[in-house]
């Protein structure tokens, strides 16, 4: 099992940056392929959209044409965790942020993935 705890979230204003947090625990001695993703409030995260991911080793990675120019994904593996900088924030990013950990390659569709934070709110504000 692997637990995985997002922070960082928060409410911003449009132009400004936020830094999002997936801390992991548990069985870490195997590196996953990670992915950050992000839904509107109030939806099922069954529902969630593909923002970022990341490969076991860092790699490679990939990025939703939204944000690309904009946010950037990495991870220290020696600290278990996974970042999402944003920056240039935009009203249209306000959503719950949910990162999620994959046994496989990394990959854009969340069914590929095998655990999921609780996730953490971002706001961004005109």
């Known amino acids: 099992q692997v637990q995985l705890v997002e922070s960082g979230g928060g409410l911003v204003q449009a132009g400004g940056s936020l830094r999002l947090s997936c801390a992991a625990s548990g069985r870490t001695d195997t590196n996953y392929a990670m992915g950050w993703f992000r839904q509107a409030p109030g939806r099922d995260r069954v529902f969630a959209r593909f923002?970022?991911?990341?490969?076991?080793?860092?790699?490679?990675?990939y990025y939703t044409d939204s944000v690309k120019d904009r946010f950037t994904i990495s991870r220290d593996n020696a600290k278990n965790t996974v970042y999402l900088q944003m920056s240039n924030l935009k009203p249209e990013d306000t959503a719950v942020y949910y990162c999620a950990a994959a046994f496989t390659a990394t990959s854009m569709k969340g069914g590929a993935y095998d655990y999921w934070g609780q996730g953490t709110q971002v706001t961004v504000s005109s």
């Open positions: 923002v970022a991911a990341i490969s076991q080793r860092g790699g490679v990675t």
